[in-house]
């Protein structure tokens, strides 16, 4: 499985960004956004899970969501109310297990990865 993300980019403070990452097959496996901000540890951010349960982490909740187009083999994630704190690189991951996709966990069990897209909220 090959995994590409898009739609990063530099918003001003309070815009909004929706990245997707598009697969190229049919993901059946938790499927999961990451980032990695300065200074921090990578975290998983918003994950659907195989069984359609969504979460997404609580320092972000209310401002991303997660979606995924079956059909068209992407997944989404929208954010909104950005803030300087959100700036990063952002990863695609899917693979089985609380490892991969446990919300703030570095993914390191995670099996497929994309290369990233960078997100820079500055004025």
């Known amino acids: 499985v090959q995994l590409v993300e898009s739609g990063g980019g530099l918003v001003q403070p309070g815009g909004s960004l929706r990245l997707s990452c598009v697969a190229s097959?049919?993901?059946?496996?938790?499927w999961i956004w990451f980032r990695q901000t300065p200074g921090k540890e990578r975290e998983a951010v918003a994950h659907i899970l195989n069984t359609g349960d969504i979460n997404i982490l609580d320092s972000v909740k209310g401002r991303f969501t997660i979606s995924r187009d079956n059909a068209k083999k992407i997944l989404y994630l929208q954010m909104n109310n950005l803030k300087s704190d959100d700036t990063g690189m952002y990863y695609c991951?899917?693979?089985?297990?609380?490892?991969?996709?446990?919300?703030?966990?570095?993914?390191?069990?995670?099996?497929?990865w994309g290369q990233g897209t960078q997100v820079t909220v500055s004025s």
């Open positions: 097959e049919r993901i059946y496996m938790p």
């Open positions: 991951a899917a693979g089985w297990g609380p490892d991969c996709y446990a919300l703030s966990g570095s993914g390191r069990a995670c099996t497929y």
